[in-house]
């Protein structure tokens, strides 16, 4: 059962099958926002797409689904049945392409912190083995010799004085 749970997340998030997924959502948004009258905030669904690419490495696919997403919810304007009033029409397109934005600005903000927070933990690993060597190499050419225990009384480690 966990081998078949672990084969499955590593298949959901292969980059093939995520950008396939990007692709099938946004036909099938556009699909839907085509057959939805234009009073309808017929954009907003568009941010599946675009959450799912922010899945792939990097923000360039979450970027290119931002765009392709503007684009087709533009198109729907255009091509969705008529309805509505004009302003409302308008007004629910100008949200949809401001909160398909944001989410792109939310998801670069994050995509950075999580960069930041990888950068740090290999400069901290860096230094911790760093140090680690530093006081290794000190331990061993002490001319006294250094026993380490631990709370139980076994010895952890010793020097080289130690054992003569």
Not at 40 to 51: E, S
Not at 136 to 163: C, H, M, P, Y
């Amino acid at each position: 059962m966990v081998k078949a749970v672990l084969r499955l997340s590593r298949f959901l998030s292969n980059d093939r099958f995520l950008i396939g997924s990007v692709t099938a959502l946004c036909a099938v948004v556009f699909a839907v926002d085509l057959n939805t009258p234009l009073g309808v905030a017929g954009g907003v669904p568009y941010l599946l797409p675009v959450f799912v690419a922010s899945r792939l490495p990097g923000v360039r696919a979450v970027v290119w689904t931002a765009m392709l997403c503007s684009g087709l919810t533009l198109a729907g304007l255009y091509y969705s049945p008529v309805g509505g009033d004009p302003w409302h029409v308008l007004t629910n397109r100008s949200l949809a392409f401001f909160v398909i934005w944001a989410a792109v600005w939310f998801i670069f903000e994050r995509k950075q912190a999580e960069e930041a927070g990888r950068q740090a933990r290999d400069n901290s690993e860096r230094l911790v083995e760093q140090r680690t060597r530093e006081l290794r190499t000190t331990l061993e050419t002490l001319v006294e010799g250094v026993i380490t225990i631990d709370e139980v009384g076994k010895i952890e480690s010793f020097n080289r004085s130690a054992e003569e």
